[in-house]
């Protein structure tokens, strides 16, 4: 009988989303099909934590480690999962599904560690994390490949402090008002506000730098529609139907997202079938143009039969009701499905990556 695939589901992390981690990652574990995989839970708390075991759940919540044990991450080639502090053994896994929303866990820094110590894992690479984590460098690669984005500057906490003028200066006399100010490297509307006037901006620009250090000003779009787009896959990604979000507030803020539940899903979007699959194909070129592989979803604004590309997130809020499952759920990809269509392309890419030539024989008369 064929063993089951151990995937450890990790969740939780030091950012500011940890709290939503923890629902998406439930949802999974809730939902994983354990006829196939043999889920290990691995919570990581707000100082750092990696606590392993059933409880993970109940530890995160509570702060109190209750039926979860303290672990860190094995690099050892022989023993590829979870080392136990206290007892000293390890928990093996053969691949790594991260349900880390934000800086440490959706940014390139966890999937570096992964590739340190040889895991296979679920979703982007190290690079295409790290692109897409930062809204300021994910402009410069979409507008180097032609895909249209909001026109925007990008501020450092650095010019900030010392040339706060020149800094208003040139917002000023580039960009006119309405203005959005957002934290460059955070995610789920985190730090984000509206700005009319410079007073605003001044407050807007401290409150971003307050979360990441650097913050992107960008012209407000006149009448957005807010279209998303789930994209999934390695080599050859595919784009879901489009769905539409009706925000309950000005703007789909953290607080439209999260916390009063009446922002509309809708799905498809109601917009015309060449829009459509006009997005769909920007979404999967701007997949590809970071190195995109496993899934990601890519948020447009949409005015006056224009769109802009405006985020692409690597790790997507993933419960049942969250728009990345949802608009699989519309394509054709049931939730359950989609958690294994998500593993089985992370141990595919694994597969390739460890097919690569890692060492050299160096011949004779080369001068080494």
């Not at 769109?307 to 990809?333: D, R």
Request: charged share 20%; with cysteine.
């Amino acid at each position: 009988m064929k063993s089951k695939t151990r995937v450890a589901i990790i969740f939780g992390g030091v950012s500011t989303e940890h709290d939503v981690s923890i629902v998406s990652a439930n949802s999974i574990a809730r939902s994983i099909d354990t006829n196939l995989f043999d889920p290990v839970y691995v919570g990581i708390d707000k100082d750092g934590r990696w606590l392993l075991g059933q409880g993970a759940f109940d530890s995160l919540r509570s702060g109190k480690i209750a039926n979860a044990e303290p672990v860190i991450l094995s690099t050892d080639p022989d023993k590829k999962g979870f080392y136990h502090l206290d007892s000293r053994k390890v928990t093996t896994a053969d691949v790594m599904f991260p349900v880390l929303h934000g800086p440490r866990g959706e940014d390139g820094t966890i999937q570096g560690l992964f590739e340190l110590a040889g895991l296979a894992y679920v979703g982007c690479d190290t690079m295409a994390s790290a692109i897409a984590m930062d809204k300021d460098m994910t402009k410069r690669v979409l507008a180097q490949h032609g895909i249209p984005v909001v026109k925007g500057t990008c501020v450092t906490r650095w010019m900030w402090d010392t040339d706060r003028d020149e800094v208003l200066k040139e917002i000023n006399e580039t960009l006119p008002f309405p203005l959005f100010v957002k934290p460059a490297t955070m995610g789920s509307s985190i730090g984000v506000s509206k700005a009319g006037s410079e007073e605003d901006i001044i407050k807007a620009l401290g409150y971003a730098l307050s979360f990441s250090a650097k913050a992107v000003v960008e012209l407000a779009v006149d009448k957005p529609m807010e279209v998303e787009i789930a994209v999934l896959g390695n080599n050859e990604p595919k784009a879901s139907i489009p769905g539409q979000v009706i925000p309950s507030g000005d703007f789909y803020d953290f607080n439209a997202k999260y916390v009063d539940n009446s922002s509309e899903l809708i799905i498809p979007a109601r917009i015309g079938k060449a829009l459509s699959e006009e997005m769909q194909f920007a979404a999967v070129d701007a997949f590809v143009a970071i190195g995109g592989t496993g899934m990601a979803r890519i948020d447009f604004l949409v005015s006056h039969d224009s769109f802009y590309l405006n985020e692409i997130n690597t790790i997507p809020g993933f419960t049942s009701i969250s728009m990345y499952p949802k608009l699989w759920e519309a394509t054709g990809i049931p939730y359950s499905n989609l958690i294994t269509k998500l593993i089985e392309l992370a141990l595919k890419r694994h597969a390739i990556s460890q097919s690569l030539t890692k060492t050299i024989r160096l011949e004779k008369g080369l001068g080494v």
